[in-house]
Protein backbone atom coordinates (compact mmCIF):
# COMPACT_ATOMS: atom_id res chain seq x y z
CA UNK A 1 0.00 0.00 0.00
CA UNK A 2 1.76 3.52 -1.18
CA UNK A 3 -0.51 5.42 1.58
CA UNK A 4 2.01 5.45 4.35
CA UNK A 5 3.31 8.42 5.20
CA UNK A 6 7.14 7.04 4.65
CA UNK A 7 6.46 6.36 1.00
CA UNK A 8 5.90 9.96 0.31
CA UNK A 9 9.59 11.05 1.88
CA UNK A 10 11.71 10.95 -1.16
CA UNK A 11 8.89 13.39 -2.84
CA UNK A 12 8.97 15.71 0.02
CA UNK A 13 11.31 15.45 2.49
CA UNK A 14 12.19 14.09 6.18
CA UNK A 15 10.38 17.29 7.87
CA UNK A 16 7.29 17.20 6.53
CA UNK A 17 6.82 13.08 7.29
CA UNK A 18 7.80 13.97 10.36
CA UNK A 19 5.73 16.57 11.43
CA UNK A 20 2.77 14.83 10.14
CA UNK A 21 3.55 11.84 12.66
CA UNK A 22 3.99 14.81 15.54
CA UNK A 23 0.48 16.60 14.29
CA UNK A 24 -1.27 12.72 14.35
CA UNK A 25 -0.32 12.42 18.03
CA UNK A 26 -3.02 14.07 19.86
CA UNK A 27 -5.87 12.29 17.18
CA UNK A 28 -4.50 8.82 17.77
CA UNK A 29 -7.81 6.85 18.32
CA UNK A 30 -10.12 9.45 17.23
CA UNK A 31 -13.21 8.47 14.57
CA UNK A 32 -13.37 11.04 11.66
CA UNK A 33 -16.66 10.80 9.69
CA UNK A 34 -16.26 11.74 5.62
CA UNK A 35 -19.34 11.88 3.65
CA UNK A 36 -19.75 13.00 0.35
CA UNK A 37 -22.21 11.67 -2.63
CA UNK A 38 -19.65 9.85 -4.83
CA UNK A 39 -16.76 7.64 -4.44
CA UNK A 40 -15.26 8.42 -8.04
CA UNK A 41 -15.46 11.19 -11.00
CA UNK A 42 -14.70 14.47 -9.89
CA UNK A 43 -12.11 15.91 -7.35
CA UNK A 44 -13.63 15.28 -3.95
CA UNK A 45 -13.99 11.94 -4.69
CA UNK A 46 -10.36 12.34 -5.89
CA UNK A 47 -8.96 13.30 -2.87
CA UNK A 48 -10.86 11.42 0.11
CA UNK A 49 -9.39 8.58 -2.06
CA UNK A 50 -5.65 9.36 -0.90
CA UNK A 51 -6.57 11.31 2.19
CA UNK A 52 -8.41 9.00 4.19
CA UNK A 53 -6.19 5.91 4.04
CA UNK A 54 -3.54 8.52 4.59
CA UNK A 55 -5.13 9.10 8.02
CA UNK A 56 -5.50 5.97 8.94
CA UNK A 57 -1.46 5.50 8.02
CA UNK A 58 -0.92 8.16 10.56
CA UNK A 59 -3.40 6.81 13.60
CA UNK A 60 -6.67 8.23 12.93
CA UNK A 61 -9.71 6.11 12.74
CA UNK A 62 -10.84 7.91 9.22
CA UNK A 63 -13.60 6.75 7.23
CA UNK A 64 -15.29 7.62 4.38
CA UNK A 65 -19.47 6.65 3.47
CA UNK A 66 -21.01 8.24 0.10
CA UNK A 67 -24.70 9.59 0.68
CA UNK A 68 -27.46 7.30 -1.51
CA UNK A 69 -29.69 9.26 -3.75
CA UNK A 70 -31.71 8.62 -6.83
CA UNK A 71 -31.07 10.47 -9.92
CA UNK A 72 -33.68 12.92 -9.21
CA UNK A 73 -32.08 13.84 -6.43
CA UNK A 74 -28.67 14.83 -7.74
CA UNK A 75 -30.64 16.37 -10.64
CA UNK A 76 -31.97 18.56 -7.76
CA UNK A 77 -28.07 19.05 -6.30
CA UNK A 78 -26.33 19.75 -9.16
CA UNK A 79 -29.18 22.44 -9.59
CA UNK A 80 -27.88 23.63 -6.16
CA UNK A 81 -24.51 23.50 -6.88
CA UNK A 82 -24.83 25.33 -10.35
CA UNK A 83 -26.79 28.29 -8.54
CA UNK A 84 -24.31 28.46 -5.95
CA UNK A 85 -21.53 28.96 -8.74
CA UNK A 86 -24.09 31.68 -9.80
CA UNK A 87 -26.63 30.17 -12.20
CA UNK A 88 -30.81 30.48 -11.69
CA UNK A 89 -33.00 28.08 -10.80
CA UNK A 90 -36.31 27.26 -9.38
CA UNK A 91 -36.11 26.83 -5.94
CA UNK A 92 -39.34 24.45 -5.37
CA UNK A 93 -40.70 22.93 -2.07
CA UNK A 94 -40.33 19.56 -4.19
CA UNK A 95 -37.32 19.64 -4.56
CA UNK A 96 -36.29 20.95 -0.72
CA UNK A 97 -38.40 17.93 -0.23
CA UNK A 98 -36.01 15.55 -1.96
CA UNK A 99 -33.69 17.10 -1.07
CA UNK A 100 -33.99 16.69 3.14
CA UNK A 101 -35.70 13.79 2.86
CA UNK A 102 -32.91 11.54 0.65
CA UNK A 103 -30.47 13.21 3.36
CA UNK A 104 -33.03 11.72 6.23
CA UNK A 105 -33.49 8.74 4.68
CA UNK A 106 -29.76 7.50 4.66
CA UNK A 107 -29.35 9.15 8.53
CA UNK A 108 -31.99 6.23 9.59
CA UNK A 109 -29.21 3.69 8.86
CA UNK A 110 -26.25 6.00 9.34
CA UNK A 111 -25.08 5.81 12.37
CA UNK A 112 -22.83 8.69 13.66
CA UNK A 113 -20.48 7.92 17.52
CA UNK A 114 -17.50 9.65 15.65
CA UNK A 115 -15.47 12.71 17.28
CA UNK A 116 -15.74 14.61 14.13
CA UNK A 117 -17.87 14.96 10.65
CA UNK A 118 -16.59 16.17 7.66
CA UNK A 119 -19.59 17.04 5.06
CA UNK A 120 -18.35 17.51 1.47
CA UNK A 121 -20.25 19.61 -0.87
CA UNK A 122 -23.45 21.04 -1.18
CA UNK A 123 -25.55 17.21 -1.35
CA UNK A 124 -25.59 15.98 2.61
CA UNK A 125 -25.66 19.19 4.15
CA UNK A 126 -29.06 18.83 5.79
CA UNK A 127 -27.60 15.33 7.32
CA UNK A 128 -26.61 17.64 10.68
CA UNK A 129 -30.68 18.12 10.84
CA UNK A 130 -31.34 14.65 11.42
CA UNK A 131 -28.75 13.90 14.34
CA UNK A 132 -28.83 14.38 17.92
CA UNK A 133 -25.36 16.23 17.72
CA UNK A 134 -22.43 14.89 19.78
CA UNK A 135 -19.45 16.23 17.83
CA UNK A 136 -18.09 18.86 15.95
CA UNK A 137 -19.27 18.94 12.17
CA UNK A 138 -17.21 20.89 9.65
CA UNK A 139 -18.42 21.53 5.76
CA UNK A 140 -15.79 21.32 3.07
CA UNK A 141 -17.32 22.97 0.31
CA UNK A 142 -14.94 22.64 -2.78
CA UNK A 143 -16.95 24.73 -4.64
CA UNK A 144 -16.45 28.63 -5.86
CA UNK A 145 -18.59 30.82 -3.32
CA UNK A 146 -17.95 34.39 -4.70
CA UNK A 147 -21.33 35.08 -6.26
CA UNK A 148 -23.96 32.29 -5.00
CA UNK A 149 -27.35 33.12 -6.08
CA UNK A 150 -28.79 34.71 -3.05
CA UNK A 151 -32.11 32.11 -3.15
CA UNK A 152 -30.08 29.17 -2.60
CA UNK A 153 -27.40 30.29 -0.50
CA UNK A 154 -29.75 31.54 2.30
CA UNK A 155 -32.03 28.69 1.66
CA UNK A 156 -28.12 26.44 2.52
CA UNK A 157 -27.11 28.47 4.82
CA UNK A 158 -30.60 27.41 7.29
CA UNK A 159 -28.04 23.97 7.15
CA UNK A 160 -24.38 25.51 7.56
CA UNK A 161 -25.36 27.55 10.25
CA UNK A 162 -25.18 24.77 12.94
CA UNK A 163 -22.02 23.33 11.31
CA UNK A 164 -18.46 24.21 13.79
CA UNK A 165 -16.85 24.97 11.08
CA UNK A 166 -16.59 25.59 7.10
CA UNK A 167 -13.24 24.97 5.10
CA UNK A 168 -13.19 26.48 1.50
CA UNK A 169 -10.47 26.43 -1.47
CA UNK A 170 -9.47 29.99 -1.54
CA UNK A 171 -9.26 33.36 0.77
CA UNK A 172 -11.66 35.09 -1.61
CA UNK A 173 -14.37 32.04 -1.23
CA UNK A 174 -14.88 32.88 2.44
CA UNK A 175 -18.09 34.40 3.25
CA UNK A 176 -18.46 37.82 5.06
CA UNK A 177 -22.08 36.80 5.55
CA UNK A 178 -21.90 33.40 7.38
CA UNK A 179 -21.17 33.86 11.17
CA UNK A 180 -19.40 30.49 11.17
CA UNK A 181 -15.71 29.92 11.68
CA UNK A 182 -14.20 29.49 8.00
CA UNK A 183 -10.68 27.50 7.19
CA UNK A 184 -9.01 27.91 4.10
CA UNK A 185 -7.50 24.49 2.70
CA UNK A 186 -6.65 24.27 -0.98
CA UNK A 187 -7.01 20.60 -2.17
CA UNK A 188 -3.78 18.76 -3.21
CA UNK A 189 -3.07 15.82 -5.28
CA UNK A 190 -1.11 12.68 -4.73
CA UNK A 191 1.89 12.06 -6.45
CA UNK A 192 1.81 8.03 -5.98
CA UNK A 193 -1.82 7.29 -7.31
CA UNK A 194 -1.73 5.50 -10.61
CA UNK A 195 -3.13 9.12 -11.64
CA UNK A 196 -0.17 10.95 -10.80
CA UNK A 197 2.84 8.30 -10.94
CA UNK A 198 5.43 7.79 -13.34
CA UNK A 199 4.53 6.08 -15.95
CA UNK A 200 7.05 3.67 -17.98
CA UNK A 201 7.03 4.03 -21.98
CA UNK A 202 5.90 0.69 -22.62
CA UNK A 203 2.60 1.38 -20.63
CA UNK A 204 2.41 4.89 -22.40
CA UNK A 205 2.27 3.30 -25.42
CA UNK A 206 0.01 0.20 -24.50
CA UNK A 207 -2.51 2.96 -23.54
CA UNK A 208 -2.46 5.34 -26.68
CA UNK A 209 -3.06 1.71 -28.34
CA UNK A 210 -5.96 0.87 -26.80
CA UNK A 211 -7.61 3.76 -26.65
CA UNK A 212 -6.93 4.79 -30.68
CA UNK A 213 -4.86 7.96 -29.60
CA UNK A 214 -2.10 8.79 -32.87
CA UNK A 215 1.02 10.32 -31.94
CA UNK A 216 1.17 11.98 -35.79
CA UNK A 217 0.13 15.16 -34.81
CA UNK A 218 0.40 17.97 -31.51
CA UNK A 219 -1.82 16.65 -29.05
CA UNK A 220 -4.09 19.57 -27.13
CA UNK A 221 -6.26 17.43 -24.29
CA UNK A 222 -9.07 18.88 -21.90
CA UNK A 223 -9.70 15.96 -19.25
CA UNK A 224 -13.24 17.22 -16.98
CA UNK A 225 -16.36 16.04 -16.98
CA UNK A 226 -18.75 17.09 -19.25
CA UNK A 227 -20.12 20.22 -17.55
CA UNK A 228 -21.30 23.69 -18.67
CA UNK A 229 -18.80 25.12 -16.54
CA UNK A 230 -15.80 22.95 -18.23
CA UNK A 231 -16.91 24.96 -21.75
CA UNK A 232 -16.03 21.89 -23.55
CA UNK A 233 -17.97 23.64 -26.37
CA UNK A 234 -15.98 26.56 -25.83
CA UNK A 235 -12.70 24.35 -25.89
CA UNK A 236 -13.83 22.81 -30.12
CA UNK A 237 -14.15 26.05 -30.83
CA UNK A 238 -10.57 27.08 -29.46
CA UNK A 239 -9.40 24.18 -31.13
CA UNK A 240 -10.65 25.00 -34.74
CA UNK A 241 -8.62 28.50 -34.61
CA UNK A 242 -5.76 26.40 -33.64
CA UNK A 243 -6.31 24.40 -36.30
CA UNK A 244 -6.04 27.28 -38.44
CA UNK A 245 -2.50 27.69 -38.29
CA UNK A 246 -1.61 24.13 -36.76
CA UNK A 247 -2.53 20.80 -37.48
CA UNK A 248 -3.18 18.97 -34.11
CA UNK A 249 -5.93 16.60 -32.77
CA UNK A 250 -7.55 17.34 -29.43
CA UNK A 251 -8.64 15.27 -27.05
CA UNK A 252 -11.59 15.42 -25.12
CA UNK A 253 -11.96 13.24 -21.48
CA UNK A 254 -14.58 13.22 -19.29
CA UNK A 255 -16.03 10.34 -17.03
CA UNK A 256 -19.13 10.21 -16.15
CA UNK A 257 -19.74 10.64 -12.20
CA UNK A 258 -22.99 9.05 -10.26
CA UNK A 259 -23.55 12.41 -8.93
CA UNK A 260 -23.77 14.65 -12.03
CA UNK A 261 -26.62 13.90 -14.25
CA UNK A 262 -25.54 16.53 -16.57
CA UNK A 263 -23.07 14.26 -18.08
CA UNK A 264 -24.99 12.46 -21.25
CA UNK A 265 -26.96 15.97 -21.95
CA UNK A 266 -23.30 17.72 -22.41
CA UNK A 267 -22.04 15.22 -24.00
CA UNK A 268 -24.65 14.73 -26.95
CA UNK A 269 -24.32 18.81 -27.66
CA UNK A 270 -20.38 18.04 -27.31
CA UNK A 271 -20.73 14.75 -29.88
CA UNK A 272 -22.59 17.57 -32.03
CA UNK A 273 -20.83 19.96 -32.22
CA UNK A 274 -17.61 17.62 -32.65
CA UNK A 275 -18.89 15.66 -35.35
CA UNK A 276 -17.16 16.75 -38.32
CA UNK A 277 -14.22 16.80 -36.56
CA UNK A 278 -14.63 13.88 -34.71
CA UNK A 279 -15.14 11.78 -38.40
CA UNK A 280 -11.73 13.51 -39.51
CA UNK A 281 -9.84 11.87 -36.40
CA UNK A 282 -9.25 15.15 -35.35
CA UNK A 283 -11.40 15.42 -32.49
CA UNK A 284 -10.98 12.24 -30.22
CA UNK A 285 -13.94 12.07 -27.14
CA UNK A 286 -13.45 9.55 -24.68
CA UNK A 287 -15.48 9.04 -21.53
CA UNK A 288 -13.73 5.80 -20.09
CA UNK A 289 -13.01 6.27 -16.11
CA UNK A 290 -9.86 5.45 -15.94
CA UNK A 291 -6.46 6.80 -13.62
CA UNK A 292 -4.02 5.74 -16.25
CA UNK A 293 -5.51 6.64 -19.41
CA UNK A 294 -5.46 10.11 -17.33
CA UNK A 295 -2.15 9.92 -16.59
CA UNK A 296 -0.79 8.96 -19.53
CA UNK A 297 -3.11 11.80 -21.41
CA UNK A 298 -1.47 14.46 -19.16
CA UNK A 299 1.43 13.08 -19.94
CA UNK A 300 1.85 12.70 -23.85
CA UNK A 301 -0.07 16.15 -24.87
CA UNK A 302 1.93 19.23 -25.96
CA UNK A 303 -0.61 21.11 -24.37
CA UNK A 304 -3.43 20.90 -21.45
CA UNK A 305 -6.33 23.12 -21.69
CA UNK A 306 -8.75 24.43 -19.00
CA UNK A 307 -11.33 26.01 -20.10
CA UNK A 308 -13.38 26.57 -17.25
CA UNK A 309 -15.50 29.33 -16.79
CA UNK A 310 -15.74 28.42 -13.28
CA UNK A 311 -13.87 26.29 -11.31
CA UNK A 312 -13.26 25.90 -7.49
CA UNK A 313 -9.98 24.61 -7.81
CA UNK A 314 -9.12 22.40 -10.43
CA UNK A 315 -7.10 19.49 -9.51
CA UNK A 316 -7.00 18.36 -13.39
CA UNK A 317 -4.46 21.64 -13.74
CA UNK A 318 -2.67 20.77 -10.40
CA UNK A 319 -1.94 16.80 -12.22
CA UNK A 320 -1.20 18.58 -15.73
CA UNK A 321 1.78 20.93 -13.95
CA UNK A 322 3.10 18.30 -11.68
CA UNK A 323 3.32 15.92 -14.68
CA UNK A 324 5.61 19.15 -16.72
CA UNK A 325 3.12 19.23 -18.74
CA UNK A 326 2.25 22.79 -20.34
CA UNK A 327 -1.01 24.51 -19.04
CA UNK A 328 -3.25 27.03 -20.79
CA UNK A 329 -6.19 27.67 -18.62
CA UNK A 330 -8.86 30.62 -17.58
CA UNK A 331 -8.07 32.92 -15.32
CA UNK A 332 -10.89 32.05 -12.78
CA UNK A 333 -11.67 30.47 -9.17
CA UNK A 334 -8.71 28.01 -7.88
CA UNK A 335 -6.89 27.54 -11.29
CA UNK A 336 -5.58 31.35 -10.26
CA UNK A 337 -4.03 30.07 -7.55
CA UNK A 338 -2.07 27.80 -9.04
CA UNK A 339 -1.19 29.41 -12.43
CA UNK A 340 1.63 32.32 -12.49
CA UNK A 341 0.47 33.62 -15.62
CA UNK A 342 4.09 33.34 -18.31
CA UNK A 343 5.72 31.46 -15.17
CA UNK A 344 4.57 28.42 -15.14
CA UNK A 345 1.53 28.41 -17.78
CA UNK A 346 -0.81 30.85 -19.50
CA UNK A 347 -3.69 32.11 -17.72
CA UNK A 348 -6.09 33.97 -20.35
CA UNK A 349 -10.00 35.41 -19.99
CA UNK A 350 -12.80 32.12 -20.53
CA UNK A 351 -14.05 34.33 -23.51
CA UNK A 352 -11.14 35.50 -24.83
CA UNK A 353 -10.93 32.72 -27.79
CA UNK A 354 -8.66 34.07 -29.70
CA UNK A 355 -6.01 34.42 -26.65
CA UNK A 356 -6.52 30.63 -25.77
CA UNK A 357 -5.50 29.55 -29.36
CA UNK A 358 -2.84 32.46 -29.43
CA UNK A 359 -1.49 30.75 -26.34
CA UNK A 360 -1.56 27.23 -27.64
CA UNK A 361 -0.09 27.67 -31.00
CA UNK A 362 3.16 30.05 -29.09
CA UNK A 363 3.81 26.67 -26.76
CA UNK A 364 3.73 23.94 -29.90
CA UNK A 365 6.28 25.94 -31.84
CA UNK A 366 8.39 27.23 -29.09
CA UNK A 367 10.17 23.71 -27.58
CA UNK A 368 12.07 25.72 -24.73
CA UNK A 369 9.30 27.48 -23.50
CA UNK A 370 7.04 24.17 -22.93
CA UNK A 371 10.29 22.88 -21.28
CA UNK A 372 10.70 26.09 -19.06
CA UNK A 373 6.94 26.00 -18.28
CA UNK A 374 6.93 22.67 -17.38
CA UNK A 375 9.64 22.42 -15.12
CA UNK A 376 8.40 25.82 -12.85
CA UNK A 377 4.72 23.54 -13.38
CA UNK A 378 6.14 20.66 -11.00
CA UNK A 379 7.95 22.53 -8.67
CA UNK A 380 5.14 25.04 -8.09
CA UNK A 381 2.78 21.86 -6.91
CA UNK A 382 5.76 20.11 -4.95
CA UNK A 383 5.79 22.69 -3.04
CA UNK A 384 2.32 24.16 -2.26
CA UNK A 385 -0.51 21.65 -3.96
CA UNK A 386 0.78 17.90 -2.67
CA UNK A 387 -1.16 15.66 -0.36
CA UNK A 388 1.14 15.70 2.50
CA UNK A 389 0.49 19.45 2.78
CA UNK A 390 -3.15 18.81 2.46
CA UNK A 391 -3.16 16.10 5.34
CA UNK A 392 -1.03 18.35 7.47
CA UNK A 393 -3.97 21.21 7.66
CA UNK A 394 -6.54 18.56 8.12
CA UNK A 395 -4.51 17.72 11.36
CA UNK A 396 -3.99 21.22 12.16
CA UNK A 397 -8.25 22.00 11.73
CA UNK A 398 -8.88 18.79 13.52
CA UNK A 399 -6.14 19.00 16.44
CA UNK A 400 -7.74 23.03 16.43
CA UNK A 401 -11.39 21.68 16.05
CA UNK A 402 -11.17 18.60 18.93
N1 LIG B 1 -11.20 12.97 -13.92
C1 LIG B 1 -10.97 11.65 -14.30
N2 LIG B 1 -11.43 11.23 -15.50
C2 LIG B 1 -12.07 12.06 -16.34
C3 LIG B 1 -12.31 13.40 -15.95
C4 LIG B 1 -11.85 13.82 -14.73
O1 LIG B 1 -10.37 10.88 -13.57
O2 LIG B 1 -12.45 11.61 -17.42
C5 LIG B 1 -10.64 13.41 -12.63
C6 LIG B 1 -9.51 14.40 -12.82
O3 LIG B 1 -8.32 13.71 -13.15
C7 LIG B 1 -9.49 15.07 -11.45
C8 LIG B 1 -10.98 15.08 -11.08
O4 LIG B 1 -11.61 14.07 -11.85
O5 LIG B 1 -8.77 14.31 -10.53
C9 LIG B 1 -11.63 16.42 -11.41
O6 LIG B 1 -11.31 17.34 -10.42
P1 LIG B 1 -11.42 18.90 -10.68
O7 LIG B 1 -11.09 19.57 -9.41
O8 LIG B 1 -10.56 19.28 -11.86
O9 LIG B 1 -12.92 19.16 -11.13
P2 LIG B 1 -14.36 18.72 -10.55
O10 LIG B 1 -14.78 17.56 -11.40
O11 LIG B 1 -14.20 18.36 -9.11
O12 LIG B 1 -15.22 19.92 -10.81
Redesign the pocket.
Known sequence: MFHDPENYRKIVGDSVIAEIYKKARKLYGKYILNINSTY???????ILSSLVPLMNNTGIDAEWRILHGNPDFFTVTKKFHNALQGAKINLTDLKKKLYTETNGDFAIYTHIKHDAVMIHDPQPLPLITFYRKRQPWIWRC?IDLTDPNKEVWDYLKSFILRYDAVIVSMEEYKRNDLPVQQFVIP?A?DPLTP?NMPLPKDTIDRFLKKFNIPKDKPLITQ???F?P??DPLGVIEVFKKVKEEVDARLVL???M?SD?PEGYEIYDEVQKAAKPLVEKGDIIL??????I??NVL?RVSDVIL?KSTR?????????ALWKGTPVVASNVG?IKLQIKNGWNGFLLDPKDYDGFAKKIIEILKDEELARTLGKNGTEYVRKNFLITRLLIQHLDLLNEIL
Open positions: QGGGVAEHPIKISRDWKCGSADLTTENNLVQQEGFGLTVTEG
